[in-house]
């Protein structure tokens, strides 16, 4: 099937978002949810209390197992795509395109039990509470997990939110191996994940996914819900320096150089320029190498990743051009070849700002408190934004941890944010796009 | 055996040194000096034409039995201690406490031909050369190979002299455990170098070593022959920032505890205090790791080891000073915690100046251009310079490359420098310092 986009989309009323047909608010099942979270979260457990689904490995199937029988119970039509993305959509509700939700229930291998994960069973939940409160829908929900979003094991990223909707094609991402040489295809029919179901596939009439923060901002101001404006754009930079490995004992100051100690320079300069910016500007150097990597051997060589983050592009490509001055300043400081190459990017994403709009005024409608906030982690939700109106909404994560055992959401929070959801994808199926 | 430590010395008559009984310098064989070099680095080869000899290993082994098969073709006696030094000393010679010559044969996991086997076959070369000469010794010479001298595979560096002066018990060497959890003693046994003569051994009458500098001055200053006048002193800190983990994305800069950066900055404020010193003064982070170490991730751990090195052990004290007032700082303005501990620390040596005074001359009156400077690395003389007057001769490596299979040394300089430390030795046997 390819459901039909609608085409030029118009607001009518975001005051009357999720209003059910007697005009009051639906509230999902807080038991039931967490049931399912916690569930899930018993597939692959490791130390602390997070979990270990990797992509496409024996716990990810056994992952999608469940989510696919729990999918089955709520009586949706359950499609499989070549690369194992799984779209469910209610039968008999409505009609064209669904309203979609979902995320994506691989882990990292060090992840918590929400990162993911509770988007796609908000999305169930969702689905249930609209069945069971009678709610009368112009045009079907829909629930999806899409493959391989981590790329811890596969790059890219959002792998099979890509493919979905052909920003990268499915041929590209089979071939793609991990670190053991195995690749996406043959752990794809290893787990019996690839399904008949052919990429691109449909664009919905609209994609609403249910994040944690993964970040401090909500927690620091006191805030119940995000909704979320956009995606920051990303910029990789792999940076490898060559300089000449020396006797940290032998080698006078003058005569080095030192690929570790423009290393150092180039994490502090990535600070700086962070700092300089300003605004929604960040910079990272969380993986940094030496070779040979010993006391006392002035390092010959050096290789980092920069992660650099904007929600605007300009502004992105300002502290492109900031690092690569950088990097020309330090090579010659301290004479040594530095060889940069993006290895990543992604361009800033701008959610459809009537979307952004129904989650704030559906979060204020329900008495939560609310911000719009950019996210600065990758979700399908930007993937999706390429092909319907999409937007996001957060909830707190506390300390900001993620990708972390330690991931931790109140229960109240994702309860708050499971209604923001729900009421703002039942007024998309009732109509309030058009 | 213990020799007799002769008590206060006095060089006699510097002028005279190295003459044999007709007034003439002697000249080592430097054929037979380099064929002992290359047949050595036959064992352990490496890729690039160096050798992975590491301290107790097969390779240790089998280079060990090769250098004993040529002491005893020599006619010396050979004795082995309990920690696996091999000592060769002339019988039938003068008498008392042999002048000792000597370095070791074990290498780094990367090593080159030259370093340490540069001085035990010199000093084999040395005795050949003297036997063959006839010139009438006071006091016999000997030649000498210590365990362990790179401390790659079980620290400390230098075990062996420092176990043969007393400077570290051999039941604390023996217990010591590489990376698999083998024990020196153990691996001692296997391979068959737990001698019979005990730790500490006797002091020698003077110890001097031949080396190669392992560092660009000598070649920098076009100069063959280097009288080394001591030993840096050495102090190596490990650093341990712990700060929070967080996601690259979503964290604002102003919330980052960021391990990594604060690491950046410590590696920076390393090479300024060496610039801001001066002097002998130098620094180095050549071992720096990340935890997690993945792009997206705000570092939570960082690890390195600062090397700090100084022939003043005042101004060593005073960088080491300047060291932790930078992780104070820094850890106040990254809020992460910095713990520092000494994980090695050798005060710098000075060797006796009638040694170095001896190797200056000795090398003006072969027509040696020659300099005074202090090494910047460790050797085995610095410890026996705690038990006798000591000294070391150094010939120059090109482009200062050394623990590296490029360490090379140019044939001419190897003899030059073999020839000064043949003169040196005997002008020391034949009663100059008395």
Same mark, same amino acid.
């Given at each position: 099937?390819?459901?039909?986009? *609608? ?8 005051? @009357? ?49 469940? %989510? ?26 409505? $009609?064209?395109?669904?309203?979609? @939700? ?7 291998? /060090? ?16 689905? +249930? /509470?609209?069945? $069971?409160?009678?709610? +009368? ?9 899409? #493959?391989? $979003? ?12 890509? &493919? ?5 094609t499915v041929e590209?991402?089979?071939? #793609? ?10 752990e794809l029919d ?8 052919? &990429?691109?596939?449909?664009a919905p009439y ?10 401090? %901002?909500?927690?620091?101001?006191? @805030? ?13 930079? +792999? ?12 080698? *006078? ?57 904007? #929600? ?22 301290? $004479? ?6 993006? %290895?990543?990017?992604?361009? *800033? =994403?701008?959610?459809?700002?009537? =979307? ?10 329900? !008495? ?7 996210? !600065? ?10 092909? &319907?109106?999409?937007? @996001? %909404? ?41």
């Amino acid at each position: 099937m390819r459901w039909q986009f *609608p085409g030029g989309l118009r607001l009518a009323s975001p005051s @009357m978002a999720g209003f059910d047909g007697d005009g009051q608010l639906l509230e999902i099942n807080g038991p039931r949810l967490l049931q399912r979270l916690w569930d899930l979260a018993e597939i692959g457990p490791i130390p602390g209390g997070g979990n270990n689904r990797l992509a496409l490995t024996d716990a990810d199937k056994e992952g999608r197992d469940l %989510v696919v029988t729990w999918m089955r119970d709520l009586g949706l039509d359950v499609s499989i795509d070549t690369i194992g993305n799984v779209v469910a959509v209610q039968t008999d509700v409505g $009609e064209g395109p669904p309203v979609m @939700m979902g995320s994506h229930i691989d882990t990292v291998a /060090t992840g918590g039990k929400y990162d993911g994960n509770l988007g796609v069973l908000t999305a169930l939940e969702v689905i +249930e /509470t609209a069945i $069971e409160s009678g709610v +009368e829908l112009d045009r079907p929900l829909a629930a999806a997990f899409f #493959t391989n $979003e981590e790329g811890s094991r596969f790059p890219p990223d959002m792998m099979g939110s890509l &493919c979905y909707t052909g920003g990268l094609t499915v041929e590209e991402a089979m071939s #793609t191996t991990d670190a053991d040489g195995k690749s996406v295809g043959d752990e794809l029919d290893r787990i019996g994940y690839r399904g008949p179901m052919p &990429c691109p596939g449909p664009a919905p009439y609209a994609f609403v996914e249910l994040h944690i923060e993964q970040g401090p %901002v909500l927690e620091r101001d006191g @805030m119940r819900i995000g909704a979320v404006t956009g995606v920051q754009g990303i910029s990789w930079t +792999e940076v490898n320096i060559t300089g000449q490995s020396n006797h940290a004992g032998t080698t *006078p100051m003058s005569m080095r150089r030192d690929a570790g100690l423009a290393a150092g320079e180039l994490v502090v300069a990535v600070r700086r320029i962070a700092d300089e910016m300003g605004g929604t500007q960040v910079g990272t150097v969380g993986a940094l190498r030496l070779h040979p990597d010993l006391v006392n051997v002035v390092a010959a060589r050096a290789k980092l990743i920069v992660d650099l983050r904007n #929600t605007d592009d300009d502004d992105l490509q300002s502290a492109e051009r900031r690092l690569l001055a950088e990097t020309k300043r330090i090579a010659e400081s301290e $004479e040594v070849e530095i060889d940069t190459k993006w %290895v990543a990017r992604f361009e *800033p =994403v701008v959610f459809d700002p009537r =979307v952004v709009e129904l989650v704030e005024s559906t979060a204020s409608a329900l !008495g939560l408190s609310v911000r719009r906030m950019p996210s !600065g982690a990758g979700h399908d939700a930007q993937i999706l934004a390429e092909v &319907c109106p999409a937007g @996001m %909404v957060f909830v707190p994560s506390v300390k900001g941890i993620s990708h972390n055992p330690a991931e931790f959401t109140e229960p109240d929070d994702l309860v708050a944010g499971a209604n923001v959801l729900l009421n703002t994808v039942v007024a998309l199926a009732r109509g309030h796009l058009s």
